[in-house]
């Protein structure tokens, strides 16, 4: 039961950010947008309330429920239009980068509490997800067409992908060959699929390889893997049992 809510919150999060990125491509009004945005905040809300039942073993789940929450309700006033400027929104592109770099920047600092203070998570483990953490943070900040924003994508694609064979390695050195450990590698290699993927196109976007267009048709290319990452996830078998070695303690 347990694992079918975890499929249907997922595949419900996942549906209101493909709606909200096929508006987009569209080019909805922004109020249209905006509807996806707020479900997924009220989901998330929701979600965080019925976590924070048993917050003692949920701690990462809140994390990023509230990493979640916050960038939503920044992309929700990027949507919605200021009163005084009708044909501006309330935030500005570099407004919401901004934003997210802080949100970001922010939850890179309570995992580290987490990792360190608490000592709730394997090393390992740890380093890899603060290693995602800080260069979504680092995406973020330098998120425009610039020149050092494209060496900078480069330089995170290759750094993303040395934390996750790192990661691989030490899963492969630390489980035993079995469910969990075939689990494992298949998720980490679908992360690393699906972030790359990401940081080549926004790459390709920024040198203007890709038009506008090519890139939302992209975004929506990446979302439809996603869902078949979800699906195979939660409908092929594949269950979430905690790892053969020390792992987060959520």
């Known amino acids: 039961m347990f694992r079918c809510q975890t499929v249907a919150w997922t595949l419900f999060l996942w549906a209101q950010i493909f709606a909200y990125s096929l508006l987009t491509t569209l080019d909805a009004r922004p109020t249209y947008r905006a509807i996806p945005v707020l479900l997924g905040c009220t989901g998330i809300l929701l979600l965080t309330v019925l976590i924070a039942r048993r917050a003692a073993d949920q701690k990462t789940y809140l994390l990023f429920a509230a990493w979640g929450f916050m960038v939503g309700i ?121 972030a790359v993927a990401i940081l080549i196109g926004s790459v390709l976007y920024k040198m203007e390889e890709l038009s506008q267009q090519d890139w939302l048709h992209y975004i929506l290319a990446v979302e439809g893997v996603l869902l078949l990452v979800l699906l195979v996830d939660g409908f092929l078998g594949f269950r979430n049992h905690s790892q053969d070695y020390n792992a987060l303690e959520v």
């Open 74 to 194: 920044a992309v929700l006033l990027r949507c919605v239009r200021n009163p005084n400027h009708p044909q501006e929104p309330i935030l500005q592109d570099w407004h919401l980068n901004l934003l997210v770099t802080v949100f970001t920047a922010l939850a890179a600092f309570v995992w580290s509490l987490l990792g360190h203070v608490r000592q709730v998570t394997e090393p390992a483990f740890y380093c890899y997800v603060w290693s995602i953490i800080t260069i979504v943070a680092m995406c973020s900040a330098f998120n425009n067409a610039s020149q050092t924003a494209i060496i900078i994508y480069i330089v995170n694609a290759a750094l993303l992908t040395a934390a996750h064979l790192v990661y691989l390695k030490q899963v492969f050195d630390m489980q035993a060959p079995g469910q969990n450990r075939c689990i494992h590698v298949f998720r980490v290699l679908a992360c690393l699929t699906l």
